[in-house]
């Protein structure tokens, strides 16, 4: 009884959300790991095509990994962590590349990375772009916090206050992938994408499922 509320819940949400959605396109050599200052776990993307948003202003870190001609014995090549700010208004909007096969050609792309965003009527999205430099490990959602709490080019401050002295249960921090439910790994990626007002509507459905 429980999981068929559950289910509806999440259905009747997924609906109002999907609604007033974007949905990024994301191509096979985009490694994306930060979505509006929270880390996007590999295993949770594996295999998708995109990835829906809510409408309004959004922020990714993501590197590009490629196999480049003559290189087919070596590691895939990997581009510096690139940062991008965007309004989300359109149907879908992808990230375009330019031809990126040489090692010269990636060479290029690393000191002057000149991608694009663009909407499903190839119209150019305007976006604010940067990257991520001096990183001392690989803790990109703590860098991405410290990034956007320093007025740079594609800074957003409100992406950082997940990182605040706050704990997870006072944010509504809700994990399915490690739980016990059916799909539990589409129904996390999909929590991680939604918006906080989404998120806190959820909250609230889960405890009133374990308290009824």
Known sequence: MKLGLLLTGLMTLWVAAAA?????????????????GHKISGSLLKGADGLELDRGQHQLLFRVEKNLEHGHASPPWISPPLIVTFTA??????????????????????????????????????????????????N?????????????????????QPHSASSPADNGSLDFASGDFPGGRVLQLWYQQVDSATRQRLVLLMKALRTG
Not at 20 to 36: E, G, P
Request: negative net charge; aromatic residues 6%; hydrophobic residues 45%.
């Open 20 to 36: 007033q959605a974007t949905t990024l396109k994301l191509a096979s050599d985009i490694d994306l790991l930060v979505l509006d």
């Open 140 to 160: 990109f959602e703590r860098e991405m916090a410290a990034y956007n709490m320093q007025g740079r080019t594609a800074s957003v401050p409100r992406f950082a």
């Open 89 to 138: 208004q359109a149907k879908s909007i992808a990230i375009t590349l330019p031809a990126i096969h040489t090692f010269a050609q990636a060479r290029i792309f690393a000191q002057h990375p000149n991608f694009q965003l663009r909407d499903d009527q190839n119209n150019l999205v305007e976006s604010q772009q940067d990257r991520l430099t001096a990183t001392a490990s690989e």
